[in-house]
């Protein structure tokens, strides 16, 4: 599935997927041009009908799979992701969450739903090669129009 960044803004209308059990993740790509750039995403549910638990916790990683910044804010349901980044291929990996433990919160069992990304991507690149493959993951490219 194709995803877009257009002038930088990250919009949940382009940009939003499903959890569906608690081994799914989804691994969204993209590409930040030379100098580097600002990456400001929040990752939340879409989905409040039909009891949806999903709460979102997602990862930044660099294209050597190294995690840059993880998110699952507690007592909220979304994550958010706000880190300056040298020129590269980054991934955004999404998966449902967990909040303390199942007798004092709840477990990443049930943690499922759709969920949107939105926010802002400075100075998007081409898109990029594969970054380093997530075990079990769906992925999706964040494609870029600077015009």
């Not at 638990?53 to 990862?59: I, P, R």
Request: glycine share 16%; aromatic share 6%.
């Amino acid at each position: 599935r194709e995803m877009r960044v257009v002038n930088g803004r990250v919009s949940v209308a382009q940009n939003n997927g499903k959890i569906t059990d608690a081994s799914d993740s989804d691994a969204w790509t993209f590409t930040v041009g030379g100098g580097g750039g600002q990456v400001n995403l929040v990752i939340d549910r879409t989905e409040y009908v039909g009891g949806s638990m999903l709460d979102v916790d997602a990862e930044l990683r660099d294209s050597r799979g190294r995690t840059l910044e993880r998110s699952n804010e507690r007592a909220s349901r979304r994550a958010r992701i706000n880190r300056n980044v040298a020129a590269g291929s980054y991934t955004l990996v999404i998966r449902g969450g967990a909040e303390g433990t199942p007798s004092n919160g709840f477990s990443s069992y049930g943690s499922m739903g759709n969920y949107g990304i939105s926010g802002t991507v400075a100075n998007v690149g081409p898109t990029p090669p594969p970054a380093t493959p997530v075990p079990g993951a769906d992925y999706l490219t964040l494609r870029g129009n600077s015009g």
